[in-house]
């Protein structure tokens, strides 16, 4: 397995899980993971350009990062910026209560769109080097 395909396989699967956790209302855990697979998922995006993988949490500087190699990332900004918050937010006491169902399902929504335009990028690329229409980068 690539690289990114290991950062694929675990975002995934912490989208699952946040998916799974609503039905039982665990929005604080849920909302957590969504901002975790979209953390990773534009980290597969860098492995998979080749990138080094920076150590961080901040989804717009990782945004940043992918814009440098594919100026349409530009379209992520939106989504990282609504998710950066509950990679702490929720994870411990603080003013902020549990999050509402709302914060959940946008999470969740905010997440998947992430991933869904980092997946077909990856398989855009893919495919053009398979057909031997483009160079990698």
């Known amino acids: 397995m690539h690289g ?3 950062w694929l396989l675990i975002a995934k699967e912490d989208l699952f899980a946040a998916k799974t956790l ?3 209302e665990l929005f604080s855990t849920a909302t957590y993971l969504c901002q975790q697979s979209a953390e ?3 980290k597969a995006y860098l492995a998979f350009s ?3 993988i920076t150590k961080t949490h901040d989804l717009v500087q990782l945004v940043r990062l992918c814009l440098k190699i594919d100026k349409t990332f530009e379209v992520l900004f939106d989504p990282a910026e609504q998710l950066v918050p509950f990679a702490t937010r929720f994870r411990y006491p603080s003013e902020y209560d549990i999050p509402s169902l709302e914060h959940a ?3 969740i929504k905010q997440a998947q769109k992430i991933m869904t335009f ?3 990028k990856i398989s855009k690329k893919t495919a053009e080097l398979e057909t031997g ?3 990698l980068f």
Do not use: F, G, N, P
């Open 105 to 107: 399902e946008e999470a």
């Open 4 to 6: 990114h395909e290991s």
């Open 118 to 120: 980092i997946l077909r």
């Open 50 to 52: 080749k990138q080094e």
């Open 40 to 42: 990773k998922t534009l």
């Open 22 to 24: 609503m039905s039982v």
């Open 133 to 135: 229409q483009i160079d």
